[in-house]
């Protein structure tokens, strides 16, 4: 394989340049370190490395300094030190396409996932529920596509459930026990999703992975930025499972890929941890398996973490491209981390892997690379190069005007509401009532008290009528991780 093109990370102790191939970063790799060892400036090089070859990526902003590179970069003494340092003298700030993405819609173009887009595996993951309820969640799926019922936000969802919970005992014979407790209690959980501001996130127009995979006239990579600075802290369960949402519709949806010289796409899921904590093993295993298939479509994925442990073995075991920054190794987990990564690399004679580990200064990281073979070579202990953008936040004039600027703010600003779930059982529930005779006729029986028909229809009637949308004939029902699971109809 062609040796060319690379991406410059910065010199090893001898000067030399350590430059991984392009065609190697589908293979996937992580980026690990203690907070403050240098993990973003790391990841910003990549992405811009990445963008200067024509590469899209996706990356969350988690700090909202990865919004620099958007601006271009600024000579410092600091950075002049750092450059004669790794003998680097091709250096040139520039700044670089970005597109900036919100799930609230605030301080990005707003993200949005359609409730069967996310499938019940990944929907149950995000609502924390137990084997029970999550039975009941795949029978209600099951449900909505045979009634041909769309799921698309969270009404239909509510929507759906109380219509189930209704019919709950004609539904029975066929779909299985659909327990009132059980409704309940994921009804509870939407509420409380809701109440994170997550109700905003799912709805029309959905998001399309292939406005994600952007390259500029000049045919640079657009940079996708997912503004995390409150989604972490505010709703972590729903970052992760919009990043399980991603993978999946990435694997579903792009065609299969040979070899090629550089990825079709390249992801970074930055606090990987939240992604595997709590997660169920059933899920872990399909984000397994879509790891190992999904470099057949050209697409890389990188994990940024604290620490190696905090991604599973199998998931771990998959990545190619290691990039290992300090580690503190004060308690035993620490101390277990720092056995893992240097068991982890190629030995090197000029390298003490163990010591250098706890040994790192900022900036400073252990590289293993593939090479045109595909084998890891050995570990190098290499000192960063300094991004060519702006290190820490582009300035909110700057991002507005990128927003501004940017065809998808009018493709995704706008919400489409279209009939679905809530509006066919609004109109059955209207149509029953309608049929019925009136109230003190010798055929009704009698109301409970305080109870009317326009009240039933109340409940279940949406403030705004949805207008035709997009995307129809979607599947209905899906599971994570497309053909892995069925795939769609």
Known sequence: MDESPRISLGSNTLGQEIAPLAAMLNRHGLVAGATGTGKTVTLQVLAEGLSRLGVPVFTADIKGDLSGLAEMGKTSPRLSERLAATGITDHAFQSFPVAFWDLFGTLGTPVRITISEMGPLVLARLLQLNDTQTG????????????????????????????????????????????ATSIGAIQRNLLVLDAQGAGQVFGEPALSIHDLIATTADGRGVINLLDATQLVSRSPDLYACFLFWLLSELFEELPERGDADRPVLVLFFDEAHLLFRDTPKALVDKIEQVVRLIRSKGVGVFFVTQSPLDVPPAVLGQLGLKIQ????????????????????????????????????????????????TGQPTPVERVLIR??????????????????????????????????SAHEKLTARTRARLAAEPPAGTPTSAPRAPGRTPEGVGVTLVKSVLRAAGSQLGRQLVRGILGSLLGGRR
Not at 145 to 164: N, P
Not at 398 to 410: G, H, N, T
Request: glycine residues 6%; charged residues 20%; negative net charge.
């Open 386 to 419: 300094p991004p060519a953008a702006q290190i820490g936040p582009a300035s909110a004039q700057r991002r507005q005007e990128i927003l501004e600027a940017s065809v998808l703010q009018e493709r995704y600003a706008t919400t489409v509401n279209r009939e």
């Open 325 to 372: 920054h300090a580690l503190r190794a004060f308690t035993p987990r620490e101390q277990k981390a720092v056995r893992v990564v240097a068991e982890s690399f190629r030995a090197n004679p000029g390298v003490d892997t163990a010591l250098a580990i706890t040994a790192l200064g900022t900036g400073e990281a252990l590289v293993s690379t593939l090479d045109a």
């Open 136 to 179: 009941v969640l795949y029978a209600a799926f099951k449900i909505a596509d045979d009634e041909g019922l769309l799921l698309l936000d969270l009404d239909d969802l509510r929507s759906l459930l109380a219509w189930v919970g209704t019919h709950a005992a004609e539904l029975k014979l066929t779909y299985g026990n659909l327990s």
